[in-house]
């Protein structure tokens, strides 16, 4: 070792560096357009990655690296921003019904510095949704509220939403707070689950019917804005499905294959 630390990777890294080659490789292209929000308690620049037309019939918004030590959720969104990307029929398809918008790293302040869980300011960047985010303590949340805000005043409303993490189970996370209209959210989110079992290697399932996930962006999103939306969790460990230890690669594939279940909700559920 000729340095004085060692960081241990739980899973296969994604680095600033990585994410900045990505954006600076899909920046020119015609369809993609990144969009700087804010700063992370620590100065470090935040983008919104939006992929297709602003005026598309849906939105569908993505957010990863929350939690810095959870790198699954980049390599996904890596998989489906590249998968909308492609110059063929299936994509421009996708693309006439939606487009999507991705806060690709969060808490970059925490993948700088190989933290695991909390922002700079001490912060779960995944609690506290349930109110307005302190600026001062949480500006990355802060920043994503502005822009959310924007997009509300402005006639854009996502439909849906997906926070990625990683742990070790893997199963989506579908919240039940006291919501006008929750049936509705869940058979919607009932549809999501079963496409991801048809498109892609997904077969951990969903939150027992008592479970509620209380602050988090999934749940902060439905009460407070009205979007359809969950956690879902990678396991960090292993993909059932495919009967192996993930790699950046599976998650990748995961990511383009939910390109078609974003699409396949999108025009079931009609949102
Ligand atoms: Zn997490």
Same mark, same amino acid.
């Given at each position: 070792?000729?340095?004085? %630390?060692?960081?241990?990777?739980?899973?296969?890294?994604? +680095?600033?560096? =990585? !994410? /900045?080659?990505?954006?600076?490789?899909? #920046?020119?292209?015609?369809?993609?357009?990144?969009?700087?929000?804010?700063?992370?308690?620590?100065?470090?620049?935040?983008?919104?990655?939006?992929?297709?037309?602003?005026?598309?019939?849906?939105?569908?918004?993505?957010?990863?690296?929350?939690?810095?030590?959870?790198?699954?959720?980049?390599?996904?969104?890596?998989?489906?921003?590249?998968?909308?990307?492609?110059?063929?029929?299936?994509?421009?398809?996708?693309?006439?019904?939606?487009?999507?918008?991705?806060?690709?790293?969060?808490?970059?302040?925490? %993948?700088?510095?190989?933290?695991?869980?909390?922002?700079? +300011?001490?912060? =779960? !960047? /995944?609690?506290?949704?349930?109110?307005? #985010?302190?600026?001062?303590?949480?500006?990355?949340?802060?920043?994503?509220?502005?822009?959310?805000?924007?997009?509300?005043?402005?006639?854009?409303?996502?439909?849906?939403?997906?926070?990625?993490?990683?742990?070790?189970?893997?199963?989506?996370?579908?919240?039940?707070?006291?919501?006008?209209?929750?049936?509705?959210?869940?058979?919607?989110?009932?549809?999501?689950?079963?496409?991801?079992?048809?498109?892609?290697?997904?077969?951990?399932?969903?939150?027992?019917?008592?479970?509620?996930?209380?602050?988090?962006?999934?749940?902060?999103?439905?009460?407070?804005?009205?979007?359809?939306?969950?956690?879902?969790?990678?396991?960090?460990?292993?993909?059932?499905?495919?009967?192996?230890?993930?790699?950046?690669?599976?998650?990748?594939?995961?990511?383009?294959?939910?390109?078609?279940?974003?699409?396949?909700?999108?025009?079931?559920?009609?949102?």
């Amino acid at each position: 070792m000729p340095g004085p %630390v060692l960081y241990v990777a739980r899973v296969e890294p994604y +680095r600033i560096s =990585d !994410l /900045n080659q990505f954006l600076s490789s899909i #920046a020119k292209h015609p369809r993609v357009e990144i969009t700087p929000i804010g700063k992370t308690a620590e100065g470090r620049e935040l983008e919104i990655i939006r992929v297709g037309k602003a005026d598309a019939p849906h939105g569908v918004f993505v957010r990863a690296r929350a939690h810095p030590w959870e790198a699954g959720g980049n390599w996904v969104v890596q998989g489906l921003v590249r998968r909308l990307l492609q110059n063929d029929a299936e994509a421009e398809k996708f693309l006439g019904e939606y487009s999507l918008y991705v806060l690709p790293m969060t808490n970059k302040d925490g %993948v700088a510095l190989g933290r695991t869980r909390f922002n700079m +300011r001490g912060k =779960d !960047l /995944n609690r506290n949704w349930d109110q307005p #985010a302190d600026p001062e303590l949480a500006p990355e949340n802060h920043a994503l509220e502005k822009w959310m805000d924007e997009m509300i005043k402005t006639g854009r409303r996502p439909h849906l939403a997906l926070e990625l993490h990683n742990d070790g189970n893997g199963m989506l996370h579908i919240s039940r707070p006291p919501v006008v209209d929750i049936e509705r959210h869940l058979a919607r989110m009932n549809t999501f689950e079963q496409l991801l079992r048809k498109h892609t290697w997904f077969t951990e399932g969903s939150t027992k019917p008592t479970f509620r996930n209380s602050g988090t962006l999934g749940e902060g999103f439905l009460v407070r804005y009205g979007i359809d939306a969950a956690v879902h969790e990678f396991n960090c460990h292993w993909i059932a499905g495919l009967q192996q230890a993930p790699l950046g690669k599976h998650w990748e594939d995961y990511g383009a294959n939910l390109a078609t279940v974003f699409y396949e909700y999108l025009t079931q559920v009609q949102p």
